[in-house]
């Protein structure tokens, strides 16, 4: 929140059943649009771009991501964030044990570097702030 400029307009990008993250964002002033496949299918959100993007737990679900990262990329307007919390992978010799891969919902496993790797792609900056989350700042445009 401390990167958010006040009254920030954001999505939270599969969000589930319980947005509890969107509601502390609107709790802090900003207002924040809903999106999940399953459990908030409107597409009308996705129709808009969005001075933040959040994806708590969510891109270890894309089964295609360089399409989702493609549109999550899309929602973001410039000088926006995206902020993406999952599991990082860090460890390939205990990988086959790895609980987390043992959920048959987690289809695909990042590491820091992808991050790294798409906001370079992108012309992006990106932080690894704490374990586990990923800030990527799409540049502002300039005339």
Request: charged share 25%.
């Amino acid at each position: 929140m401390a990167r958010l400029l006040p009254k920030s307009q954001g999505l939270d990008y599969g969000c589930g059943p319980g947005p509890a993250l969107a509601q502390m964002l609107r709790e802090a002033g900003h207002d924040v649009s809903l999106f999940d496949p399953f459990f908030m299918p409107d597409p009308a959100p996705l129709n808009r771009t969005y001075d933040f993007v959040t994806c708590t737990e969510v891109v270890e679900h894309f089964h295609h991501p360089a399409k989702e990262f493609g549109r999550l990329r899309e929602l973001v307007r410039p000088g926006g964030w995206l902020a993406i919390m999952t599991r990082f992978q860090t460890d390939d010799a205990g990988f086959a044990n790895w609980h987390y891969r043992k959920d048959p919902t987690h289809v695909v496993f990042y590491r820091e570097d992808t991050f790294r790797y798409l906001a370079n792609l992108w012309g992006w900056t990106c932080e690894i702030p704490v374990k586990d989350v990923a800030l990527m700042q799409r540049p502002e445009e300039h005339a």
